[in-house]
Nanobody
Framework: QVQLVESGGGSVQAGGSLRLSCAAS????????MGWFRQAPGKEREGVAA??????????ADSVKGRFTISQANANAKNTVYLQMNSLKPEDTAMYYC????????????????????WGQGTQVTVSS
């Protein structure tokens, strides 16, 4: 059974930083797609960043480029993907979800909700001005 567990959310002032973690289990971690998505109240879920764990290719939404970095774990923390969020803005406030898909969904699918099969429960990020 695939499980994705997010952690690291919280409240921070504008300009601050947070690092989200997503631990995957029951899942062949290598050579698959993992992404971070977010959903603010009253808005649709949107893709933020994605990584192909087989080759390390990364993709970002325009709204977070240069501020957010997605990375995969080193040997000491396997099956984990991180989202480092810097220079946070109030508009980054949302529930953040980790998601996984078998294989590589490709550049067109990397930030698309419908391409991902497995989802975590989410972690709240709140940025105050």
């Amino acid at each position: 059974q695939v499980q994705l567990v997010e952690s690291g959310g919280g409240s921070v002032q504008a300009g601050g930083s947070l690092r989200l973690s997503c631990a995957a289990s029951g899942y062949t971690y290598s050579s698959n797609s993992m992404g971070w998505f977010r959903q603010a109240p009253g808005k649709e879920r949107e893709g933020v960043a994605a990584i192909y764990t087989g080759g390390g290719s990364t993709y970002y939404a325009d709204s977070v480029k240069g501020r957010f970095t997605i990375s995969q774990a080193n040997a000491n923390a396997k099956n984990t993907v991180y989202l480092q969020m810097n220079s946070l803005k109030p508009e980054d406030t949302a529930m953040y979800y980790c998601a996984a898909a078998l294989g590589w969904v490709g550049p067109l699918g990397a930030l698309q909700v419908n391409w991902y099969k497995y989802w975590g429960q989410g972690t709240q990020v709140t940025v105050s001005s």
